[in-house]
């Protein structure tokens, strides 16, 4: 019989039952009576996310699993396909993946204003050098502003190459040892990126002036409340720059 079932439930599950942390695998491709064990990591975000729906059918989970580019990737809610999105983000190292285009992103939460509340299944491996063994080191399961941040040079860490922001970055949500914080709440985050929206030439004089406004108006018509967002100004003290151990040691030494 098919479970409805949360994000939250389908963590507990690999985490608990599956104990999904420190698995191992393989990937293979056999072509006639030729096999090869695959070595390269570019394939292994798309294989990991084609696993979790094999597993979910296999735990009769209810899903929907999207194999177009645009989000979600699985649908949770069969009945309501504006509930229960969850997105799948791989990476090995430190985050190397898009949380989404900007473009793309702040227009799409405008007119869904539910996929601010999108869950993000985060999935950290590594990939042996030698033998293609895939070892899951790590997963969390995060809303969008647990794994955003401020940068050094817009309110909202994102990619910019050649005086054009391409997609929002992830923060090194898990460490330490980074240069900002993540945010604390959604609202921070909207507010950061509004003011990122007002800042970028793009999007200065075409929707900053309005975009905020209609966010707010759709989120409040879809879910019945109101979403009051903060200026970046009034909350970007909340989220300073850590200090780096030199800079530190010099502070204590004033002292």
Same mark, same amino acid.
């Given at each position: ?13 690999? @985490? ?17 009576? /030729? ?6 990591? &570019? ?17 009769? +989970?209810? &899903? ?9 990737? /699985? ?16 990476? %090995? ?8 285009? +900007? ?17 993000? #299944? ?16 790590? /997963?969390? #399961? ?26 929002? @970055? ?6 330490? &040892? %980074? ?10 985050? #909207?507010?950061?990126?509004?003011? %990122? ?12 002036? &309005? ?45």
């Amino acid at each position: 019989m098919v479970q409805k079932v949360t994000a939250e439930e389908i963590f507990d599950a690999l @985490r608990n039952e599956f104990t999904f942390v420190g698995t191992e695998g393989y990937i293979k491709f056999n072509l006639r009576d /030729f096999d090869i064990v695959v070595e390269q990591n &570019n394939v292994v975000g798309n294989i990991l996310e084609e696993w979790l729906a094999k597993w979910f059918t296999e735990k009769n +989970f209810e &899903n929907i699993h999207n194999h177009k580019q645009c989000s979600p990737d /699985f649908w949770l809610d069969k009945d309501n396909l504006n509930e229960g999105w969850m997105e799948v983000k791989s990476f %090995t190292g430190s985050p190397n993946f898009d949380i989404g285009a +900007f473009r793309g992103y702040i227009n799409e939460i405008v007119e869904n204003p539910w996929k601010l509340h999108a869950k993000y #299944l985060l999935i950290k491996y590594r990939m042996e050098e030698e033998g293609g063994l895939v070892v899951i080191e790590d /997963f969390w #399961l995060k809303n969008v502003w647990e794994i955003s941040c401020t940068s050094s040079n817009w309110p909202v860490k994102v990619q910019y190459r050649n005086k054009v922001i391409n997609n929002i @970055r992830p923060a090194t949500w898990y460490s330490d &040892n %980074t240069d900002y914080p993540t945010f604390e709440c959604l609202e921070d985050f #909207l507010a950061a990126l509004e003011q %990122t929206i007002y800042d970028y030439h793009d999007t200065r004089s075409t929707i900053a002036e &309005n975009w905020a406004k209609k966010l707010c108006a759709n989120y409040k018509k879809y879910y019945g409340k109101d979403l009051i967002l903060p200026r970046w100004m009034d909350v970007k003290h909340k989220y300073p720059k850590k200090l780096t151990k030199a800079e530190l040691k010099a502070l204590a030494k004033k002292e």
